[in-house]
């Protein structure tokens, strides 16, 4: 339905329910709140994963109405002036101004400091709206849903082609973090467009352009990649959005560094989230840390955000992330397979896997850390699952 309220729009996954007094007497649009631009195209991710992962029909179908109402929220309401990209506007009182996952009031900022006018399409959200669209079509193809799928192909391949043309910037051979009510860019150096390496939207050619200015010193840290290069103006690495290190956005970047056959690098972001985990209260991944320089002469860590959430939900899913990209685990249970290849990291000598849900089934495995090249034994598969120890078809 259609409440302005609280940002809702038919078809649109919601961004957070609170409850407790100033939701039970309405004096916050948190009742549920809708005010995300990703929260939408991110379940239609999640609902692939689900796919590749647990191959699960009879769970697909009951979800495909939501994902077709899903699909054309993207669509109409997403795309609201129909340029080919999703975008957002603040609409709600006391509802969030910057509605991507940095959500902060000053996430979204001109070098000079300035706000960015909006609406804005953000550079990650078209890489999830990609992903979305690529990962749909290939699952539907499966089940005979062709019409469908070639449709979404198609929409996919043409988003592709118009982002490269909008979100590229020449002077500085990165992605802009998005774009403005003028459809200018906005050419801050951020960690966004280290999203859509994971999402597959991006050229394998600028993949390694972007990959060399995302370990570059202005950009990563030693423990991590930050937020905003330190060569912004705005750059404080004590700032919520502005030059801080989060471990889930890192966890993204390092499954696109691998989806681009990026290892080395993609090595070298899990060693220092993984270090910087370690020495932290109870060993834990914290929401976000600090984006100070590592200082590798002394064995200190990362300086702590003080208010940052420990535990917090996505600082735990990270380190589950980091380690199916350091595993190589890439699910494709629809057609009856897994690739598993894994990269060195950190001190590992052997890790071990057992009862891992994949398909009808379960894959349990051990990998042991003795030279360049890691070994695996498989202990047990699904039998009507097929384990590649390899990298899958890089698919763009």
């Known amino acids: ?30 009742t549920p709140y809708f005010g995300s631009v990703d929260s939408t195209p991110l379940f239609l991710v999640c609902s692939v994963e689900m796919m590749d992962w647990l191959n699960d029909q009879d ?16 669509d109409r309401y997403g795309d609201a002036d129909h340029d080919g990209f999703v975008e957002y506007a603040e609409r709600a009182s006391g509802g969030v101004r910057n509605q991507g996952w940095k959500d902060s009031s000053d996430s979204l900022l001109y070098p000079d400091g300035r706000p960015a006018e909006l609406p804005a399409a953000l550079v990650e959200v078209q890489g999830y709206v990609y992903q979305a669209k690529v990962g749909l079509s290939r699952i539907l193809e499966r089940l005979g849903q062709s019409e469908l799928a070639d449709r979404l192909a198609g929409e996919a391949a043409e988003l592709r082609r118009r982002f490269e043309l909008k979100f590229w910037l020449d002077a500085e051979q990165f992605y802009a973090q998005g774009l403005d009510r003028h459809k200018s860019p906005i050419p801050s150096i951020t960690s966004n467009p ?4 994971w999402a597959g939207i991006i050229d394998p050619e600028r993949a390694e352009l972007l990959r060399d200015r995302l370990m570059a010193p202005d950009m990563f840290s030693g423990w991590g990649i930050r937020t905003l290069s330190t060569d ?19 966890s993204i970047a390092v499954a696109g560094l691998r989806r681009y056959r990026h290892a080395d690098a993609a090595g070298q972001v899990i060693d ?34 003080l208010v940052s959430c420990n535990p917090q939900a ?45 398909g009808n089934g379960k894959l349990s495995f051990k990998v042991g850390y003795n030279g360049d090249r890691p070994h695996v034994e498989v202990l047990e ?16």
């Not at 179908?61 to 939501?66: F, R, S």
């Not at 280290?194 to 390496?197: F, I, N, T």
Request: net charge negative; aromatic share 8%.
């Open 1 to 30: 339905r259609l409440d302005p309220a609280r940002e809702e729009e038919p078809g649109k996954i919601l961004h957070e329910a609170r409850y407790g007094e100033l939701a039970n007497l309405k004096q916050i649009p948190h």
């Open 232 to 250: 912004s103006p705005h750059y404080n690495p004590m700032s919520y959005h502005n030059g801080t290190v989060w471990p889930h956005d890192n």
């Open 272 to 305: 220092g989230i993984m270090e910087a985990g370690i020495r932290m209260p109870n060993h834990r991944l914290p929401e976000l840390f600090c984006g100070f320089r590592r200082d590798t002469r002394y064995n200190n860590g990362p300086a702590e955000y």
């Open 194 to 197: 280290a999203h859509c390496l």
């Open 59 to 74: 769970l697909f179908v009951e979800l495909l109405p939501a994902i077709l109402n899903a699909l054309a929220w993207v």
């Open 381 to 396: 598969r699904p039998d009507d699952l097929t384990v590649i120890l390899d990298e899958p078809p890089v698919i763009t």
């Open 314 to 358: 996505w600082g735990a899913g990270a380190a589950f992330h980091l380690m199916q990209t350091a595993l190589g685990i890439v699910p494709d249970t629809t057609a009856g397979r897994v690739y598993l290849n894994p990269i060195p990291f950190g001190q590992a000598r052997s890790v071990e896997v057992r009862g891992m849900r994949l």
